[in-house]
């Protein structure tokens, strides 16, 4: 066996700026795609890091050995004595000249003509000459481009390629096709494009770290992150100042600099009055800014900007710079502000009829239409002002014809409410506005306020409802329309403030309001909806610990569509079957089943006709008969009244009996009549228990 050696495999692709956003995933892609190829190939290895720069990808990859493993490759043949025909076919297939080169072997069943090829294992320096070329083909950028004469494509100009084994240069390069040839892989690069632009070599990954950091370039991508951050916390904290956290902007700063230089500049006080979120996105969006926020946790009149470079003033030329670049971009910004300010809301809700919802479902302001009688009918049923629903429903959407919402889409529903704040709209009208788009994702905060509330449901379930009834339903991956994400809303919506809704009536109540609004879609969509929402609830409840087999065996009894009540009768029944008593009464139950299953199936007949009194015969039957009785008379008040929990310890009384029942008691006994009535006492068993959940559906 080869001796694995500390080899260290460095690779890096040097080109023009490749976008921020696709540097990390192009990384990751190339690291994926030379380890599978390193595995093809029979290649072990210890560790493979990626790196990323706005100007490179690396790689390294430590643990190699020297060279791949000898092969022995055996193919079996025909029987000995078998026709020339088909010994020649053999022979070919296997490379071989005549049956000398072969053995015979007996298997036991004949004996066998044998081709047994020793492939000698190969340099590894020589498969990895190919490995990286293959690899650097199949990377999948989301944009790439030709360049000059070439016919290969990358997503910026290629400039160099480092592929070093073992600290040495490796024997190949990547063909870039047309009158440009290939670049042949070497053991150069260079550093910080104006810093430090002079091409220098390298020996191995300790080596180019060290020499790209001494040439401002720093390599690994968190460290940039982390230093960026540091260093912006620390400028806001000289002045009193927090900086306002920003994990995506963060990450995408990270992709424009190689060595990063943090500034802090000023934002005119004219402009302060311009609501922050339009500011914080005008600077986040166009310039990349970050936010600064002062002792109140207002936004400050300052922002930080990421430089890619050291400049001889400390950076006051860049900071004045992007202050006058901040100033148009803001200019805009408050002009916007400004002349929106001049036009109500409601005045702007007859321009929702030149957007279209969708060709099925009307224009945004039909949508609105029927938001408005949804949201005042949930309001209604939560015990929340319906005048003031409706009128938030009727200006949720009016945002989306301002200025500002045309620049900034990522305001709609916050402008809303300053825009109705602004024109004497009540707090709680104005809220609901924003709120009404909430909770946008398992990180947003879920509106908690009951006109808020009963917006957002209303305008979810009126988008559920609709695609569904035109089905335009989500399918595998595929959720054009966010619908997933609008129904882990409604259930963090329900749940979180723990209404007591009919899902099933709101669901009628919005198809019905489409009629209202000149839509009518087809068809009903109650059960498919309700099924989606059940797979939903599944994802919900798993982030809580609970099992979706449960939610099962509670769904698919139908009716339910109460979640509050639902998720407590899950979670009794989580405790129940946790507990010695239910697990062992599951088990009873499934051998219960398995029993009339099979005899139901040997008979032709079923077993689900009332036990006869008279015919039991036995103690332990009569124990079994009685107890039943006694836990469906308690468990089903019990279960009206919500009281899941005494229900369950209803049902748990019944494990005695029934162990006691299959101890003593023999089910198919002799007498055809006994047999018959004995097979009903146990389907009594799973009747009694399927009142409180199908407990088929129960693992374990």
């Known amino acids: 066996m080869s001796q694995i050696l500390n080899n260290e495999l460095l690779i890096e692709v040097f080109s023009e700026e490749i976008p921020a956003r696709m540097q990390a995933k192009a990384a990751l892609d190339f690291r994926r795609l030379i380890v599978e190829k390193l595995a093809a190939a029979g290649l072990g290895f210890q560790t493979a890091v990626e790196q990323s720069t706005p100007r490179r990808i690396a790689l390294v990859v430590n643990g190699l050995p020297d060279r791949t493993e000898d092969v022995k490759e055996e193919k079996k043949g025909p029987r000995v004595g ?335 409410r300053y825009y109705a704040l602004g024109q004497g709209e009540s707090a709680n009208v104005a809220n609901a506005i924003a709120d009404h788009y909430k909770p946008l994702g398992p990180s947003d905060s879920c509106p908690t306020a009951p006109v808020s509330v009963s917006v957002a449901l209303a305008d979810k379930i009126d988008t559920l409802v609709g695609f569904f009834a035109i089905d335009e339903k989500p399918t595998g991956s595929k959720d054009p329309y966010a619908l997933r994400r609008a129904a882990l809303g409604v259930i963090r919506l329900v749940l979180e403030n723990g209404l007591r809704v009919k899902l099933g009536e709101i669901f009628a109540a919005a198809h019905g309001a489409y009629k209202v609004s000149g839509f009518a879609p087809a068809g009903s969509v109650g059960g498919d909806l309700m099924s989606f929402f059940a797979d939903r609830l599944k994802v919900v409840l798993r982030e809580q610990g609970v099992r979706h087999d449960l939610v099962d065996a509670v769904f698919v009894l139908g009716g339910e569509d109460d979640l509050v009540r639902l998720l407590a009768r899950v979670k009794a029944l989580q405790a129940f079957v946790g507990s010695d008593e239910g697990a062992n009464l599951l088990a009873a139950y499934k051998r219960a089943s398995n029993i009339v299953r099979i005899e139901e199936k040997k008979d032709g007949a079923s077993f689900d006709q009332p036990v006869d009194a008279d015919r039991l015969s036995q103690d332990e039957e009569k124990a079994l008969f009685a107890a039943l009785n006694e836990a469906s008379a308690t468990a089903k008040p019990q279960l009206d009244a919500e009281d899941f929990t005494g229900t369950m310890a209803a049902l748990a009384k019944l494990r005695g009996p029934v162990d006691a029942f299959f101890e003593k008691v023999t089910v198919n006994a002799e007498d055809k009549d006994l047999r018959a009535n004995r097979l009903r006492l146990l389907t009594q068993i799973r009747t009694t228990l399927n009142a409180v959940a199908d407990f088929s559906k129960i693992e374990g």
């Not at 020339?84 to 015979?104: H, M, N, R, T, Y």
């Not at 430090?196 to 968190?222: C, G, I, M, Q």
């Not at 938030?392 to 305001?411: Q, S």
Request: hydrophobic share 45%.
């Open 82 to 416: 078998s026709p020339e025909q088909a010994v020649v076919g053999f022979l070919k297939s296997a490379g071989l000249d005549s049956l000398d080169q072969c053995e015979q072997r007996d298997t036991g069943k004949g004996v066998f003509y044998f081709a047994v090829t020793e492939k000698k294992g190969r340099e590894t320096a020589a498969v990895l000459a190919e490995v990286i070329p293959a690899a650097m083909a199949e990377l999948p950028w989301p944009k790439s481009m030709r360049w000059g004469t070439g016919t290969a494509r990358w997503v910026r100009p290629l400039h160099s390629i480092i592929a070093l084994f073992g600290g040495r240069v490796l024997d190949g390069g990547y063909d870039i096709g047309g009158t440009q040839g290939r670049i042949a892989f070497g053991n150069t690069t260079r550093g910080h494009r104006f810093l430090a632009p002079d091409a220098f070599t390298v020996e191995s990954f300790a080596d180019y770290r060290e020499k790209l950091h001494a040439a401002k370039v720093v390599l690994d991508r968190e460290e940039r992150k982390a230093k960026i951050n540091a260093d912006a916390e620390a400028l806001a904290k000289a002045q009193g100042l927090t900086l306002s956290p920003d994990d995506v902007l963060l990450e995408e700063v990270a992709g424009l600099v190689e060595w990063p230089v943090v500034l802090m500049g000023s934002i005119d006080e004219s402009f302060m009055d311009v609501p922050s979120e339009v500011l914080i996105t005008s600077m986040r969006t166009h310039q990349k800014y970050f936010a600064v926020l002062d002792a109140d946790g207002r936004m400050a009149p300052r922002f930080v900007v990421v430089a890619n470079t050291e400049t001889l003033d400390g950076g006051k030329a860049v900071v004045a710079g992007n202050e006058r670049v901040l100033r148009a971009r803001l200019s805009d910004a408050k002009f916007f502000w400004d002349q929106d300010r001049k036009t109500k809301l409601e005045a702007r809700v007859p321009a929702l009829e030149k957007i279209i919802f969708h060709a099925k479902l009307g224009t945004v302001a039909e949508k609105v239409t029927r938001v408005q009688l949804l949201a005042a009918e949930i309001a209604r049923a939560i015990g929340a002002d319906s005048d003031a629903a409706s009128r938030a429903a009727l200006l949720c959407k009016a945002d989306l014809v301002t200025e500002v919402v045309g620049e900034f889409p990522e305001v709609q529903g916050i402008m809303g």
